[in-house]
T-cell receptor, first 115, second 113 residues
Framework: ETGVTQTPRHLVMGMTNKKSLKCEQH?????MYWYKQSAKKPLELMFV???????ENNSVPSRFSPECPNSSHLFLHLHTLQPEDSALYLC??????????????FGEGSRLTVL | RKEVEQDPGPFNVPEGATVAFNCTYSNSASQSFFWYRQDCRKEPKLLMS???SGNEDGRFTAQLNRASQYISLLIRDSKLSDSATYLC??????????????FGTGTRLTIIP
């Protein structure tokens, strides 16, 4: 059982839909991340929250909107997506204080298909 | 040039053989290096860190060559359970001044009985 849980595991949506991905971590970490994983591409960092503040936004289109209400929860709100946004969206957490140890704890991912 | 470059494979290796992967990185200021493992339809997990002097964890040996900017992973006496995608990961400072991990595309390994 992973310390980082993501829901839903699978999502199919039309281009005009609004949906949200949810992530919860039970590890007591204070940094959370959204990554996008597409076939034959490296993991792409989308957003980073450290101590509930967004510290990185990697030129992600505004149709993706993150929300971090507290250190244990992270959301990715989706609106008017494109078919090329279909991918596996991975949430991760780490302990940010004292510098990055290099260890991220990932959830199992939400596989998104945009029709 | 890709920030972190790996041979995507696939590597199909008989059980018991030794297999090695290399990875190159473009940022000479990169600070730390790691290998992650990702099983099919699963999330990535940290396999091991890579230290300057080289390090070993059981059947796995990781090495770093800063001068040539490459990292290697050696797996000895390979097992069926070693079948996975191995991701090379580099820690560097981002444009925002934060540390960030940059992932390679991964090398796919299949161990054949």
């Amino acid at each position: 059982e992973t310390g980082v849980t993501q829901t839903p595991r699978h999502l199919v949506m039309g281009m005009t839909n609004k949906k949200s991905l949810k992530c919860e971590q039970h590890l007591g970490h204070n940094a959370m991340y959204w990554y996008k994983q597409s076939a034959k591409k490296p993991l792409e960092l989308m957003f980073v929250y450290s101590l509930e503040e967004r510290v990185e936004n990697n030129s992600v289109p505004s149709r993706f909107s993150p929300e971090c209400p507290n250190s244990s929860h992270l959301f990715l709100h989706l609106h008017t997506l494109q078919p090329e946004d279909s991918a596996l969206y991975l949430c991760a957490s780490s302990q940010a204080s004292g510098g990055h140890t290099g260890e991220l704890f990932f959830g199992e991912g939400s596989r998104l298909t945009v029709l | 040039r890709k920030e972190v470059e790996q041979d995507p494979g696939p590597f199909n290796v008989p059980e018991g053989a030794t297999v090695a992967f290399n990875c190159t990185y473009s940022n000479s200021a990169s600070q730390s290096f790691f290998w992650y493992r990702q099983d099919c339809r699963k999330e990535p997990k940290l396999l091991m860190s890579v230290y300057s002097s080289g390090n070993e964890d059981g059947r796995f040996t990781a090495q770093l060559n800063r001068a040539s900017q490459y990292i290697s992973l050696l797996i000895r006496d390979s097992k069926l359970s070693d079948s996975a995608t191995y991701l090379c990961v580099v820690l560097e400072r981002s444009n925002f001044g934060n540390e960030k991990l940059t992932f390679g595309t991964g090398t796919r390994l299949t161990i054949i009985p």
